[in-house]
Nanobody
Framework: QVQLVESGGGLVQAGGSLKLSCVAS????????MGWYRQAPGKQRELVAG???????NYADAVKGRFTISRDNAENTVYVQMNSLKPEDTAVYYC??????????WGQGTQVTVSS
């Protein structure tokens, strides 16, 4: 089992920044993928950014150039630095990890609200 604890969400004005963190704990051998997804009201959950254990990152087009994902393998932690935030970035942000290329775990979600 893997437990994920997210932090860093909140309310920020447009143009501001936030950094989300997600720490994984529990019994596991190797985390392959770590990523962030978001879900706005009335919309489907979508990938924001993800990073493999080898450090290869990918981003949604909507956040490229504004968000940066990183991970600390020693601490089993993934971060996303979010700059130049826009009102359309408002959503609940979820951490996702994949263990053993098979097992998928989700965090409880953290609210990010960007005011105009």
């Amino acid at each position: 089992q893997v437990q994920l604890v997210e932090s860093g969400g909140g309310l920020v004005q447009a143009g501001g920044s936030l950094k989300l963190s997600c720490v994984a704990s529990g019994s596991f051998t190797r985390i392959n993928f770590m990523g962030w997804y978001r879900q706005a009201p009335g919309k489907q959950r979508e990938l924001v950014a993800g990073v493999t254990s080898g450090g290869i990152a990918n981003y949604a087009d909507a956040v490229k150039g504004r968000f940066t994902i990183s991970r600390d393998n020693a601490e089993n932690t993934v971060y996303v630095q979010m700059n130049s935030l826009k009102p359309e970035d408002t959503a609940v942000y979820y951490c996702k990890v994949v263990v053993g290329y098979v097992y998928v775990y989700w965090g409880q979600g953290t609210q990010v609200t960007v005011s105009s």
